[in-house]
């Protein structure tokens, strides 16, 4: 049921640009995105709705494509403060209710 | 508070020891999952509660994993006979229930 994330990890220069994916073997109501910091609690970035959706705020966006049940999560022109561990989780439907599975992560680390 | 809160920050026990790691979730919020964080890895769901009620507990790994939430509100995960393997940080998140699931800062608990 988790999700699969890839890469596991990737390091960039401030403002380059990176792609973190994200798919499900399951069919999905919509996919979130969090970010968490080393030790602090994940924080909300965005939800995708079905529908091939495409969001973003500031220069993180990420689309969804429902049929292949896979997101993406774009971050260009990064910033050191975009270092931090980038979790997708997937809202599942089920019978009582939907749940939201998470990916392992994939690991970002912006060098200046 | 207005965030999510979780209590204790940091718990050790001594293997088979009973704990009780306590969440508050966002006044009003209807759902509420517990997920488990082994180091380097994403949330693992455990249970979601929708209001008082239990509607997956899928993934508490043993009869020892024991979850409620009486009134609605606060909840409380408990842990019997804690093992080694049971070391993580417990993520508490709440949510109204959609879109936006809110993380409290987690519980540590370290079993020695």
């Known amino acids: 049921q988790q999700p699969v994330q890839s890469p596991q990890a990737v390091i960039l220069r401030e403002g380059e640009d990176a792609v973190i994916n994200c798919s499900s073997s399951?069919?999905?109501?919509?996919v979130h995105w969090y970010r968490q910091k080393h030790g602090e609690a994940p924080v909300f970035l965005m939800i995708?709705?079905?529908?091939?959706e495409q969001k973003g705020h500031d220069k993180i966006s990420a689309s969804f494509n429902e049929k292949k049940q896979q997101s993406s999560l774009y971050l260009t022109a990064s910033q050191l403060s975009y270092s931090g561990t980038y979790f997708c989780?997937?809202?599942?439907?089920?019978?009582?209710?939907?749940?939201?599975?998470f990916g392992a992560g994939t690991i970002l680390r912006v060098k200046s | 508070g207005a965030g999510v809160s979780q209590s204790p920050r940091y718990k050790v026990a001594k293997r088979g020891q009973d704990v009780a790691l306590r969440c508050d979730p966002i006044?009003?919020?209807?759902?509420l999952f517990w997920y488990q964080q082994a180091l380097g890895q994403g949330p693992e769901f455990l249970t979601y509660?929708?209001?008082?009620?239990?509607?997956?507990k899928s993934g508490l790994p043993s009869d020892r994993f024991f979850a409620e939430r009486p009134e609605g509100s606060v909840s409380t995960l408990k842990i019997q006979r804690t093992q080694q393997e049971d070391s993580a940080v417990y993520l508490c998140?709440?949510?109204?229930?959609?879109?936006?699931?809110?993380f409290g800062q987690g519980t540590r608990l370290t079993v020695v």
């Open positions: 998140a709440s949510s109204l229930p959609s879109p936006e699931a809110f």
């Open positions: 399951k069919a999905l109501y919509s």
């Open positions: 995708l709705l079905k529908g091939g």
């Open positions: 989780g997937t809202e599942i439907v089920e019978e009582d209710g939907n749940k939201l599975v």
């Open positions: 006044s009003g919020h209807v759902s």
């Open positions: 509660f929708q209001n008082e009620a239990q509607l997956d």
